[in-house]
């Protein structure tokens, strides 16, 4: 069974940072790409970042330049780096992994960005 644990969310002023962290436990095994997630209130769940697995990373238009995605393939590990962070950036975020042609999602982690 496999399980993604995300960590790092909550509240923040505008402009401030925050880091999440998913960590995939289990029968997992080469890892493809790994990304995170967004879903606002009332809102579809839109792609913020995602990173392959030849390292390439790709962004949403609305966070580049300020959040950053990277990998720790060792500790199954993927992280959102998030700077000037806006009001708009309000969401649950979601990890998601891709293995084997399987995919995974973590439980979400909720960020509130204050003005």
């Known amino acids: 069974q496999v399980q993604l644990v995300e960590s790092g969310g909550g509240l923040v002023q505008a402009g401030g940072s925050l880091r999440l962290s998913c960590a995939a436990s289990?029968?997992?095994?080469?890892?493809?790409?790994m990304g995170w997630y967004r879903q606002a209130p009332g809102k579809q769940r839109e792609l913020v970042a995602l990173s392959t697995s030849s390292s390439s990373t790709s962004y949403a238009d609305s966070v580049k330049g300020r959040f950053t995605i990277s990998r720790d393939n060792a500790k199954k590990t993927v992280y959102l780096q998030m700077n000037s962070l806006k009001p708009e950036d309000t969401a649950v975020y979601y990890c998601?992994?891709?293995?084997?042609?399987?995919?995974?999602w973590g439980q979400g982690t909720q960020v509130t960005v204050s003005s």
């Open positions: 998601n992994i891709i293995s084997n042609l399987r995919v995974y």
């Open positions: 289990g029968s997992i095994f080469s890892i493809n790409t």
